[in-house]
């Protein structure tokens, strides 16, 4: 599928013990695939501090702290035909800090949480509890498919 897959990775922190742009492809295509998208794909990831984040989150959704993803999809013009679905900012300190917490390996961590941001930028969200069974239901089919254990059980 990585034909199919644009896929731009920036590190704004040091990139020690974090995972490597082919495993944020690897991810990012699992979710792209099992949401059923046929048609090519471009995205940019870009993995953040704690300030970033925290500036990222209370300038895009008026929260004052750094959050673990935030999707921004793609909002092109009438008639603009790209196959860009957007971008996501991951901030490395909240990943690390919630895989401790919740004792998740950290891969695990990052790979649900790229997953999680993708089917945002497709259109999907958890606002109403029926949205989110649905994509909490559809992580968890396409982490399973990567060896990766339910991160909601």
């Known amino acids: 599928m990585s034909r199919l897959l644009t896929l731009a990775v920036g590190y704004a922190v040091p990139r020690t013990g974090l995972p490597s742009a082919v495993s944020f492809r690897r991810w990012a295509e699992a979710a792209l695939r099992d949401a059923k998208r046929r048609k090519p794909a471009e995205l940019a990831i870009r993995i ?3 300030d970033e984040g925290r500036a990222l989150n209370r300038d895009y959704r008026g929260k004052d702290y750094a959050t673990n993803v935030l999707s921004f999809p793609a909002e092109l ?19 690390l800090r919630e895989a401790a917490e919740q004792a998740k390996r950290p891969r695990d961590h990052w790979a649900h949480l790229t997953i999680h941001g993708v089917l945002h930028l497709l259109g999907y969200d958890h606002i109403e509890d029926n949205e989110a069974e649905a994509m909490e239901a559809l992580e ?12 909601y059980a």
């Not at 013009?77 to 990943?95: F, H, R, S, T």
């Not at 968890?140 to 991160?151: E, F, K, N, S, V």
């Open 48 to 50: 953040v501090d704690a």
């Open 140 to 151: 968890t089919r396409i982490l399973a498919g990567l060896g990766i254990a339910d991160p």
């Open 77 to 95: 013009p009438p008639g603009v035909a790209l196959p860009l679905i957007g971008d996501l900012a991951i901030c490395a300190p909240v990943v």
